[in-house]
T-cell receptor, first 113, second 113 residues
Framework: GQQLNQSPQSMFIQEGEDVSMNCTSS?????WLWYKQEPGEGPVLLIA?????ELTSNGRLTAQFGITRKDSFLNISASIPSDVGIYFC?????????????FGEGTQLTVNP | DTAVSQTPKYLVTQMGNDKSIKCEQN?????MYWYKQDSKKFLKIMFS???????INETVPNRFSPKSPDKAHLNLHINSLELGDSAVYFC????????????FGQGTRLTVV
């Protein structure tokens, strides 16, 4: 099935550093989303992107919908310890039978105080 | 109030048993989903229901039978559990079938021994 290639798989950074992660696909998506999952919890939506080229911010988070509609990136500025978690990209394609999210493999972020 | 709640949070059972996981959303959404997260944290859609009707069945074994008594509830029944069914199962909902923004429950960690 359709897969999203998300990188890096893991990151170990110092508090205060900026972080960047991205997702690529061989197919076009209509919508890109970024989720964060903390241990023992479900994924929580961070940012949703609906238009190619769109750049959207949510606090210290910024995400962009690639112009080719086949990629997206997420930046986190001035990281803090509570940014720790797994970040997932997800893409949505509209289909006649409904829409579904295809998830990337996740980026495990560790922030050292 | 929890938007998407699923029970139980943990489920340990023996091979061959039948078990159910319940999910309820109080967001007034029309569409509900079941996702499976494997040991490598990969998230994959299993089912999608819109207003109690099945719209996506992602080639899941027929030992898995979702049931939606109303649009606020989507339960998952699993017959003849196998070791490979061990995973975290997430319920999610979105406003309508075309909505990309899905809200996830806390997950049910199923362990088959």
């Amino acid at each position: 099935g359709q897969q999203l290639n998300q990188s890096p798989q893991s990151m170990f950074i110092q508090e205060g550093e900026d972080v960047s992660m991205n997702c690529t696909s061989s197919s076009i998506f209509n919508t890109w989303l970024w989720y964060k999952q903390e241990p023992g919890e479900g994924p929580v939506l961070l940012i949703a992107l609906y238009k190619a080229g769109e750049l959207t911010s949510n606090g210290r988070l910024t995400a962009q919908f690639g112009i080719t509609r086949k990629d997206s990136f997420l930046n986190i500025s001035a990281s803090i310890p509570s940014d720790v978690g797994i970040y997932f990209c997800a893409g949505q394609r509209q289909e006649t039978s409904g829409s579904r999210l295809t998830f990337g493999e996740g980026t495990q972020l560790t922030v050292n105080p | 109030d929890t938007a998407v709640s699923q029970t139980p949070k943990y489920l340990v059972t023996q091979m061959g048993n039948d078990k159910s996981i319940k999910c309820e959303q109080n967001l007034g959404h029309d569409t509900m989903y079941w996702y499976k997260q494997d040991s490598k944290k990969f998230l994959k859609i299993m089912f999608s229901y819109n207003n109690k009707e099945l719209i996506i069945n992602e080639t899941v074994p027929n030992r898995f039978s979702p049931k939606s008594p109303d649009k606020a509830h989507l339960n998952l029944h699993i017959n003849s559990l196998e070791l490979g069914d061990s995973a975290v199962y997430f319920c999610a909902s979105s406003q309508e079938v075309g909505s990309a923004e899905a809200f996830f429950g806390q997950g049910t960690r199923l362990t088959v021994v």
